[in-house]
Structure formats: C-alpha cells, structure tokens
C-alpha cells in the first residue's frame, strides 16, 4: 500500500472513531473473589459468586453449559465494580463458573473458577414421627417417634412394645430385619408435606414391606 493509501485508512478510522463508533479499550477485566477455586458446593443449593469488574461493565455468570444470569452490580470501590451473583448448583460433577464483562467502549472478558458438585453428606441428629399403617396385613396403625443420628449411623423408632433400632445409609434407615425405609433431603425454604413452607431442613422416609405394610415419616434436625 502506498503512502497515500496508508494516510486514507488512518483518516477513515479516525472519522468512524468520531462519528459514535469508539475502539476497544484494552486491559479491561473481570474477576471472582468468591466461591474459592475448587470449592466443594452441594448439588441444587443456591450458591452467592462475588466478584469485581472494571468500571462501566455488566456482568453476567454461569456454571457449566447453564444459562448465566445477570450480576447485581454493586458500589464502586478502589477503582473497580463489585458484583454479586446466585447459582443453583447442578448435579454431582466438576464444573467451571464463568463471569462475563462487557461494555459499550471495551472487548468482552472472561474469568473462569473450577469448582466441584458434590452430594450433601448425611449429618447431625434429626428427630420427628412416623406412621406405620398395618391394615394390609391385619395390624393397626401405629404413630411414633424417630430418632436418627447419621453421624452414628443408628437410628431408633418407638413402639407400644418398646424400641426398634436399625442403621443408616446415606439418607435411608435400615432396620435389622433388611427393611429399607429410603430416606429424602429436602432444603430449608421448601413445602413441608402440602402444608407450609418450611424455614427448615427436613427429611422424608418411606417404605412399603412386604406385606404391604406402610411406613412414613419425617425428621427435622435436632438443635
């Protein structure tokens, strides 16, 4: 290209820059502070990501191939835009959450944090009742107190004839006799059996025997 080519693209660029169509501004960034990279984060849990970003940008995050969401941009501070953003963990695997930046006057950037999904451990001792309805073999039914400790791995039920004791695993109660009564971890902030809406953590169990006996219960954590 001649020089007078070299001269016409410079002007060209220089009018599109002042008609409204500013360049990209180099060294725009986005960060996470939060979660730490590698965090172990439980399945379908709300978790908070926070991080900052250079001033002027929306930010939006992901996890995995997930839609992302937009980012509550924050108060500048120190020169930078914090943010904060939700996330439903999705199933039990390795992941990657992505914060995007973009503006008006710079190039999209990109920040990625490794994390881990795993299943919630059982924990604690949990306390509540259960129902035990025998019509279908000729018994009765029979209304009582469970009591459960994951970390020991027991648990014991109430009967008119004294206690029943059994083990856990996972999340399901075993009695000696090989009854299986699987259990189900359902998060605070969720509808408790049709009623109301529990501000709570609670667990569900639920067991059909073999001769059509059935078993159903719940525990809340023991504080």
Excluded at 34 to 52: S, Y
Excluded at 78 to 93: C, D, I, K, Y
Excluded at 167 to 173: H, K
Aim: charged share 15%; with cysteine; hydrophobic share 45%.
């Amino acid at each position: 290209m001649n020089k007078s080519g070299i001269l016409m693209v410079g002007l060209l660029a220089g009018l599109l820059v002042s008609c409204g169509a500013p360049a990209p501004v180099p060294g725009r960034s986005v960060v996470i502070t939060a979660p730490a990279a590698n965090a172990q984060l439980v399945t379908n849990t709300p978790v908070k990501v926070e991080g900052t970003a250079s001033l002027g940008a929306s930010v939006t995050v992901a996890i995995g191939t997930a839609s992302p969401v937009a980012a509550t941009l924050l108060g500048p501070a120190g020169g930078r835009q914090p943010w904060t953003a939700e996330l439903v963990m999705p199933s039990v695997g390795n992941y990657s959450i992505t914060a995007t930046a973009t503006g008006p006057d710079f190039d999209p950037a990109e920040a990625t944090l490794p994390v881990k999904v795993v299943a919630l451990q059982p924990y604690g001792i949990w306390q509540g009742l259960f129902t035990l309805d025998g019509t279908a073999s000729g018994g009765t039914v029979i209304q009582d107190t469970i009591v459960v400790s994951f970390e020991g791995k027991w648990f014991r039920l109430g009967f008119p004839a004294g206690f029943v004791y059994g083990v856990t695993e996972g999340w399901d109660m075993i009695d000696k006799g090989g009854f299986r009564m699987v259990g189900t971890y359902h998060e605070a902030g969720g509808m408790f059996r049709d009623s109301y809406i529990s501000d709570e953590p609670w667990v569900s169990f639920y067991g059909v025997t073999e001769l059509g006996e059935v078993f159903d219960g719940f525990v809340f954590l023991d504080d």
